[in-house]
């Protein structure tokens, strides 16, 4: 069981910067590949970013490419997602998952795979 918690949303002009912190508990994190979604009312919920459990491999949705940047440091249990030049089409609750893997280099774009998830941060891009 890993117990995930989002910190670091908040509200932002367009251009601005913010970075999303995942702390996880539980069992040991550097057996879990990590992952950013994202949800706006009325939506699905949206690929954001990935990344492996050894960090050596990650991926990100194309609207993100540029501007985001996923990392993880095992040691402190803790992954980020770096945000910069946001967009008003960023806004929705962030949410980090995790799933548990044997494989060092395994990354995920669809959250059916992902067991665990946390409750969610809201970030809020204005114009």
């Known amino acids: 069981q890993v117990q995930l918690v989002e910190s670091g949303g908040g509200l932002v002009q367009a251009g601005g910067s913010l970075r999303l912190s995942c702390a996880a508990s539980g069992r040991t994190f550097n057996s879990y590949a990590m992952g950013w979604f994202r949800q706006t009312p009325g939506k699905e919920r949206e690929f954001v970013a990935a990344?492996?459990?050894?960090?050596?491999?990650?991926e990100y949705v194309d609207s993100v490419k540029g501007r985001f940047t996923i990392s993880r440091d095992n040691a402190k249990n803790t992954m980020w997602l770096q945000m910069s030049s946001l967009k008003p089409e960023d806004t929705g609750v962030y949410y980090c998952?995790?799933?548990?893997?044997?494989?060092?280099?395994?990354?995920?774009?669809?959250?059916?795979?992902?067991?665990?998830w946390g409750q969610g941060t809201q970030v809020t891009v204005s114009s």
């Open positions: 990344i492996s459990w050894n960090g050596g491999n990650f």
């Open positions: 998952a995790a799933i548990y893997t044997r494989d060092y280099f395994y990354i995920g774009r669809n959250s059916d795979n992902y067991k665990y």
